[in-house]
């Protein structure tokens, strides 16, 4: 065998591996994301509420700026460490003794 004919079989060889690599699972791929999106999309109340320009009612201004200040000093300091009891580490209920 001449060298061109080697280098052509290894180009064929190649081509048809790369292409059944490349094979469609439609049936997955025509649905991913979906179930994401549709929960996603019951977890929003309103989806126009971006649009609506006008001030809820509810909250006065002084009150949110303390909600959210109180809010942000929450993440200056670290949470409190707890204690944490081990019962029952390296012993055995069982006895391995007769």
């Known amino acids: ?3 061109l004919s080697i280098k052509l079989t ?7 591996d790369i292409t059944g690599c490349a094979t ?3 049936q997955l791929d ?10 996603k999309a019951l977890q929003i ?8 320009a006008e ?4 909250m006065r201004g002084k009150t949110l700026g303390a909600v959210m200040d109180r809010y942000h000093d929450s993440y ?12 029952g580490i390296g012993e055995s209920g069982a006895s391995g003794g007769r």
Do not use: H, Y
């Open 24 to 26: 469609r699972t439609p």
């Open 1 to 3: 065998m001449n060298n």
């Open 45 to 52: 109340i309103n989806p126009d509420a971006a649009l609506n």
């Open 55 to 58: 001030v809820p009612d509810g």
């Open 10 to 16: 290894l180009a064929i060889l190649l081509a048809s």
């Open 30 to 39: 025509e649905r991913f994301g979906e179930a994401v999106s549709s929960a």
């Open 76 to 87: 200056k300091t670290p949470p409190a460490q707890s204690n944490v009891f081990m019962i």
